[in-house]
């Protein structure tokens, strides 16, 4: 059984930090078979990619977020961080976390974090 366990979100003024972290279990031995990543929820949006990483460490970044947010990923704890800088309103959402397999594309989510972005 695939389970994404997120934690680290919260509310957080504008300009301010949040880390969020990922920990994954029941694929241990296969962790590094799995591209990692973050989505966001806002209220009333779609879905949307955040960033992703493999297991090499090739990352993949919303336009929206480059330059202000780093993913990286452990692959010996099975854990996946998003280091958020710079927040602002438009970051406001659920951040979910996500495995998908690179050869059978099967995908799995975690339950979400809130992070609100608020003065």
């Known amino acids: 059984q695939v389970q994404l366990v997120e934690s680290g979100g919260g509310s957080v003024q504008p300009g301010g930090s949040l880390r969020l972290s990922c920990a994954a279990s029941?694929?241990?031995?296969?962790?590094?078979?799995?591209?990692m990543g973050w989505y966001r929820q806002a209220p009333g949006k779609q879905r949307e990619l955040v960033a992703t990483?493999?297991?090499?460490?090739?990352?993949n970044y919303a336009d929206s977020v480059k330059g202000r947010f780093t993913i990286s990923r452990d692959n010996a704890k099975n854990m996946v961080s998003l280091q958020m800088n710079s927040l602002n309103h438009e970051d406001t959402a659920v951040y979910y976390c996500n495995a998908k397999h690179i050869v059978t594309l099967t995908a799995y989510w975690g339950q979400g974090t809130q992070v609100t972005v608020s003065s």
């Open positions: 029941g694929i241990s031995s296969i962790f590094r078979i799995f591209v």
């Open positions: 990483i493999t297991s090499g460490g090739t990352t």
